[in-house]
């Protein structure tokens, strides 16, 4: 485990995060727990907000790609850093509301945004819809039309780079449900056809090329292209798009195969980003655009982690040891999809030492429900409490009541001080909006 300010092993040999015990916060909140720490996620939010500030001027706006960990809490956090957000849906937008956070500073992404949603958004007066499909746009103006304003509006486009963790590859056409490809044509004839909607404002394009990247040089290879875009598009229609949204995707430490990215890293890619804009700008004599990024995971990965208690063991000799833990892929179904990598510690004995490889199991009915597989643990016996590193992007997010089990708890951790900002489901919500036809009895 790579240790950080906040995510250390205390005195008691216990697993500390924000200053409180692990295994006191297993025994307060019971367990599956999800816990995030306050301050590292505000050092992130920070961490981008305050490299716009210095090497761009502050000409530009973090958003905060919601869709990695949404509740009320997390809107609060991100505004108070004075950063915006991206939501993908009415629920996002809905939550980000409920948390009192501007619309202003709120961007509407999604390949197929329903008619409700688009109308929520022009309502309610988000800071820009970024369009993916001619029938987006032409209800888009249609509802803008209908209420008498001028939507903002980003076009998501594909650059042609694909970014994979720690390569890209750069392709000619984009195979891809998201966007419009630039090399075939399809995102210059989109432009022509937004220019000609009266009641949209077109502020600029959009592109995020991948998620839990680490080569550089893949952001810096999208933004010198969609910049080239911006010129050619200047060139032949006389429009200088005023906004350059670059999308998330900047990798985060899960096991020892990753990195160990600190904020000044990250203020890095940002830098190198910028410097490629600035550098196209003056090539193509460009005004710089308001630059938009949409950092998720790099603010609330590493910030999270889940606590879960040890419960049945079984070993099969030569072949596996299982090791299942009170909560699985309905709370975490990353290992699920993606065969995901995680740390996993004994929180309990934090400087034990590894002496096996064991496979975290959940308590799912499907045998594809792990959630770490052949990780190094000391001993460990049932009633242990296990630490998963690094969750909380993407977990909570994906989780569902599969088997109907509770989505666990969420607390914030600062200072030694825990407080719950997503509340333990209970059998009553399980059962909320079952309905028995009167016909059933
Ligand atoms: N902007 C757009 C348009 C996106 O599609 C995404 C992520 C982001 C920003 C944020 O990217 P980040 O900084 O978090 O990498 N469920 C998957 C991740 C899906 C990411 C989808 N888009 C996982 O668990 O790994």
Same mark, same amino acid.
Request: charged letters at 20%.
């Given at each position: 485990?790579?240790?950080?300010?906040?995510?250390?092993?205390?005195?008691?040999?216990?697993?500390?995060?924000?200053?409180?015990?692990?295994?006191?916060?297993?025994?307060?909140?019971?367990?599956?727990?999800?816990? %995030?720490?306050? @301050?590292? #996620?505000? +050092?992130? /939010?920070?961490?981008?907000?305050?490299?716009? &500030?210095?090497?761009? =001027? !502050?000409?530009?706006?973090?958003?905060?790609?919601?869709?990695? %960990?949404?509740? @009320?809490? #997390?809107? +609060?956090? /991100?505004?108070?850093?004075?950063?915006?957000? &991206?939501?993908?849906? =009415? !629920?996002?937008?809905?939550?980000?509301?409920?948390?009192?956070?501007?619309?202003? @500073?709120?961007?509407?992404?999604?390949?197929?945004?329903?008619?409700?949603?688009?109308?929520?958004?022009?309502?309610?007066?988000?800071?820009?819809?970024?369009?993916?499909?001619?029938?987006?746009?032409?209800?888009?103006?249609?509802?803008?039309?209908?209420?008498?304003?001028?939507?903002?509006?980003?076009?998501?486009?594909?650059?042609?780079?694909?970014?994979?963790?720690?390569?890209?590859?750069?392709?000619?056409?984009?195979?891809?449900?998201?966007?419009?490809?630039?090399?075939?044509?399809?995102?210059?004839?989109?432009?022509?056809?937004?220019?000609?909607?009266?009641?949209?404002?077109?502020?600029?394009?959009?592109?995020?090329?991948?998620?839990?990247?680490?080569?550089?040089?893949?952001?810096?290879?999208?933004?010198?292209?969609?910049?080239?875009?911006?010129?050619?598009?200047?060139?032949?229609?006389?429009?200088?798009?005023?906004?350059?949204?670059?999308?998330?995707?900047?990798?985060?430490?899960?096991?020892?195969?990753?990195?160990?990215?600190?904020?000044?890293?990250?203020?890095?890619?940002?830098?190198?980003?910028?410097?490629?804009?600035?550098?196209?700008?003056?090539?193509?004599?460009?005004?710089?655009?308001?630059?938009?990024?949409?950092?998720?995971?790099?603010?609330?990965?590493?910030?999270?982690?889940?606590?879960?208690?040890?419960?049945?063991?079984?070993?099969?000799?030569?072949?596996?040891?299982?090791?299942?833990?009170?909560?699985?892929?309905?709370?975490?179904?990353?290992?699920?999809?993606?065969?995901?990598?995680?740390?996993?510690?004994?929180?309990?004995?934090?400087?034990?030492?590894?002496?096996?490889?064991?496979?975290?199991?959940?308590?799912?009915?499907?045998?594809?429900?792990?959630?770490?597989?052949?990780?190094?643990?000391?001993?460990?016996?049932?009633?242990?409490?296990?630490?998963?590193?690094?969750?909380?992007?993407?977990?909570?997010?994906?989780?569902?009541?599969?088997?109907?089990?509770?989505?666990?708890?969420?607390?914030?951790?600062?200072?030694?001080?825990?407080?719950?900002?997503?509340?333990?489901?209970?059998?009553?919500?399980?059962?909320?909006?079952?309905?028995?036809?009167?016909?059933?009895?």
């Amino acid at each position: 485990m790579h240790q950080r300010e906040t995510l250390k092993i205390n005195g008691k040999g216990h697993l500390e995060i924000g200053g409180c015990d692990c295994v006191d916060l297993a025994k307060q909140f019971g367990t599956p727990l999800y816990v %995030f720490d306050e @301050k590292y #996620i505000r +050092k992130m /939010a920070r961490t981008y907000k305050q490299t716009i &500030d210095l090497n761009y =001027g !502050g000409n530009g706006l973090v958003l905060y790609a919601s869709k990695a %960990f949404s509740c @009320k809490a #997390i809107y +609060k956090i /991100a505004d108070s850093e004075g950063i915006g957000c &991206d939501v993908v849906s =009415g !629920g996002e937008l809905y939550t980000a509301f409920q948390a009192g956070f501007p619309a202003k @500073k709120i961007y509407f992404h999604g390949n197929n945004k329903t008619v409700e949603e688009l109308t929520e958004a022009v309502k309610s007066g988000v800071g820009g819809v970024i369009v993916d499909s001619y029938r987006e746009a032409d209800i888009l103006d249609g509802i803008a039309k209908a209420k008498g304003v001028r939507q903002n509006v980003l076009i998501r486009i594909n650059p042609g780079v694909e970014a994979h963790t720690h390569a890209y590859i750069q392709t000619a056409r984009t195979d891809s449900k998201f966007g419009f490809s630039i090399s075939d044509g399809t995102a210059y004839n989109i432009t022509t056809h937004i220019l000609t909607l009266k009641n949209l404002n077109l502020q600029g394009f959009h592109c995020h090329i991948g998620s839990q990247i680490f080569e550089k040089q893949s952001f810096v290879l999208a933004a010198n292209k969609v910049m080239d875009f911006i010129a050619d598009v200047k060139a032949k229609l006389n429009f200088e798009a005023a906004t350059l949204n670059i999308g998330g995707g900047f990798g985060i430490h899960y096991t020892d195969d990753d990195p160990v990215l600190t904020e000044k890293d990250y203020a890095e890619y940002l830098t190198m980003l910028i410097d490629a804009i600035k550098a196209k700008a003056g090539e193509h004599k460009l005004s710089l655009p308001y630059l938009l990024i949409e950092p998720g995971r790099s603010i609330v990965g590493e910030a999270g982690i889940t606590l879960y208690t040890v419960g049945a063991i079984k070993d099969i000799p030569g072949i596996k040891k299982y090791v299942a833990i009170d909560g699985g892929m309905f709370e975490n179904p990353r290992y699920a999809l993606y065969q995901s990598k995680y740390t996993v510690v004994k929180a309990n004995d934090m400087n034990a030492e590894c002496t096996q490889k064991v496979t975290i199991a959940g308590k799912c009915c499907e045998s594809g429900d792990l959630i770490a597989v052949d990780v190094p643990l000391p001993e460990v016996e049932s009633g242990d409490i296990l630490a998963v590193l690094s969750t909380g992007a993407y977990n909570y997010s994906m989780a569902s009541n599969y088997n109907r089990n509770f989505i666990p708890q969420a607390i914030l951790v600062n200072d030694g001080k825990a407080e719950t900002i997503i509340k333990k489901q209970t059998y009553e919500d399980l059962v909320r909006n079952d309905v028995i036809p009167e016909r059933l009895g």
